[in-house]
């Protein structure tokens, strides 16, 4: 698993937390410090998480499930989109409807008329219609569009989760942990990282934070894909995660050199500051 160095995540900001006030005490364990009324995550734990994220997100796929992508905050929709556009996942990028886990078949039925709505304007129906009625629907498809546009494939709620910012989509965490559907998420300094399966410290306001943990998870996404495919071929033995128990994951990267620049950096630009 290629995983980028603690250098990397530094130079994208992945380190820099809220301010110290906004600070969750919940999320000490992922805590390099607090310097300057700024919270500091630590890389080291940080790349720690992604990999055992992204190990569990790629066996999941290969065992036949699908990631629902969420990433509604402005920064994160263009990512996640790629992502989605790349591994064909589904994904919601402008509002969480409340109810799509734990309320699906209500959910389901707006889907079903939206398919509904579409297909008639494929068929030109729409184009028949009085001006007004026809008005009229085009902004119930709009509204329409903002809600299902990435989720107009799926007939069934979510296996797994990926989540940008764990605290704005608390509705969402929320609701698959009532199902007993595994999270992802991206989580900072200011949120709580035992309500999620599998959080990852890093900043979530940053486009390049958020770019270079997002093209992560795509690639082991992407490596799902392959090995589901090599599966239903026959050609790969391996088990999904949760079919092979319980297991202690060993980090496969070394990580002291790296951490040793990107901390040392940090003090000289601390010492920087104090003169």
């Not at 130079?11 to 301010?19: M, S």
Request: proline share 5%.
């Amino acid at each position: 698993m290629e995983l980028p160095t603690a250098k990397d995540l530094f130079d994208a900001g992945v380190h820099i937390g809220h301010q110290m006030r906004r600070w969750n005490p919940k999320f000490r364990p992922y805590l390099y410090a607090n310097r300057y009324g700024i919270s500091i995550i630590d890389l080291e734990k940080t790349l720690i998480q992604l990999e055992k994220a992204c190990y569990f997100l790629e066996q999941s796929v290969t065992g036949g499930k699908d990631i629902w992508l969420l990433g509604t905050k402005p920064q994160a929709r263009d990512v996640i989109r790629a992502v989605a556009d790349e591994t064909a996942m589904p994904y919601c990028l402008v509002r969480w409807l409340g109810g799509t886990v734990t309320n699906f078949s209500t959910i389901n039925e707006g889907l079903g008329k939206y398919r509904k709505f579409l297909a008639m304007e494929q068929r030109g129906d729409i184009e028949r219609m009085p001006n007004k009625e026809a008005s009229s629907l085009r902004r119930k498809m709009r509204r329409m569009k903002n809600n299902f546009e990435g989720l107009i494939n799926i007939d069934r709620p979510p296996s797994v989760i990926f989540a940008v910012d764990s605290g704005h989509e608390a509705i969402a965490v929320r609701e698959a942990h009532r199902a007993g559907i595994p999270v992802v998420a991206i989580v900072d300094t200011n949120s709580d990282p035992s309500l999620v399966d599998y959080p990852i410290p890093a900043n979530d306001d940053s486009v390049r934070s958020l770019q270079i943990i997002v093209r992560v998870v795509g690639d082991a996404i992407r490596r799902g894909l392959e090995g589901r495919e090599q599966r239903q071929a026959g050609k790969l033995s391996s088990l999904p995660l949760e079919e092979r128990g319980s297991i202690e994951l060993e980090p496969q990267f070394t990580l002291s050199e790296d951490a040793q620049t990107v901390l040392a950096t940090l003090e000289e630009q601390q010492k920087e500051t104090d003169v």
